[in-house]
């Protein structure tokens, strides 16, 4: 079990972001680990023959090699919650040679390297420069196609957990992120990870919820940039997938009225009232009606992402789903 010690001045500082780096990288898993990140098959199979054609080869060696280690430059510490790509590829290209070197060469340590690898120990720049351009083409290709429902599904993560914060202290930003995680006062706790106490040793924890994170929590211990944990946002599952994944139980049907409960359903990922109307079938103005008689009851919340406004949950919202929901005929997919 990783333990992680919490002072009070630390616990102040915890923050959220979201890191386009981080679902480059998580993403990667997914790509390349279908068993283990089953949720996300048919995007999958919709992304896998684009990667294959893109000659990624360089950016796939080293997210993902033989070692199970990700070069920590890859992925910076966000110093803003909202950083977009061109922001985090910056700060890669900031990165001192050797570390960057040294980092890929880890990734492959005891494994033997393929040329793609092999580039970083002579000629660092460039490797780093192909790194980058191959970063960008795979977000093109496999994320940004997808980027505002991502985006969206951590936005939304985070201005509940900002909410719920100032509502009962910060302690309750660590509460109930993650089932293999556990706030003990003074220590988060992570189970099925080989036992260690880590500091913080001065740095904030970020938290970075990632749509491709899965149902794994991820952490950066020794980063330069800083110290993470990336975990799932809740409604992840229901990102992409086909709008009435989940009906909604009985019971919630019974309270609610049905096409209420079905909203009430449907926003475990964030939603606009035209993305509500078209997943339900519903007019425009009876899915407003709808959300706003939710909103009045203090079931959703409405946040305003440029011009338009996204419901998701409130934590009571969350509390009258929980366990009401009936099962869909398969796994959530992207």
Known sequence: ???????????????????PMVEVVT?????????????????????????ARAGLETMLAVVC???????????????????SLEEEVRVLAATPLDQVAAEVATAWAGHPAPPQ???????????????????????????APIW???RAVAEAEIAQRAR????????????????????DGAALRLAHAKSRDWELDGHPLA????????????????????????????????????????????ALAALLGPTRAAVLTLLAAPGTT???????????????????????????????????????RTPLGEQLTAGSEAPSAGPPVF
């Open 274 to 312: 035209g993305e509500v109307a078209a997943a339900l079938e519903l007019a425009p103005a009876t899915a407003s009606h709808h959300l706003t008689i939710l909103r009045n009851a203090g079931l959703v919340a409405a946040e305003r992402i440029g011009r338009r406004l996204r419901y998701l």
């Open 148 to 150: 505002p429902r991502v």
């Open 117 to 143: 690898i092999a580039r970083f120990a002579t000629d660092p720049a460039g490797g780093l420069a192909e790194l980058i351009q191959q970063i960008r083409r795979y977000f093109r290709l496999a994320i």
């Open 207 to 250: 938290l970075l919820p990632a749509g491709f994170a899965g149902p794994l929590v991820h952490t950066m211990t020794e980063a330069p940039t800083g110290r993470a944990l990336w975990y799932p946002p809740r409604g992840y599952g229901r990102l992409l997938g086909p709008g009435r994944q989940g009906e909604p139980g009985s």
């Open 164 to 183: 719920t914060a100032a509502e009962l202290g910060p302690r309750a930003l660590l509460e109930d992120l993650h089932p293999q995680l556990d706030w």
């Open 27 to 51: 993403s990667s898993f997914a790509l390349n680990q279908p068993d283990r990140f089953r949720m996300y098959g048919s995007w999958r199979t919709r992304v896998r023959p684009l990667v």
């Open 65 to 83: 090699g033989p070692a199970c280690y990700v070069p920590d430059f890859l992925t910076p510490v966000p110093a803003t919650a909202r950083p």
């Open 1 to 19: 079990m990783l333990r992680i010690a919490f002072t009070a001045a630390d616990l102040t500082r915890v923050r959220l972001a979201h890191s």
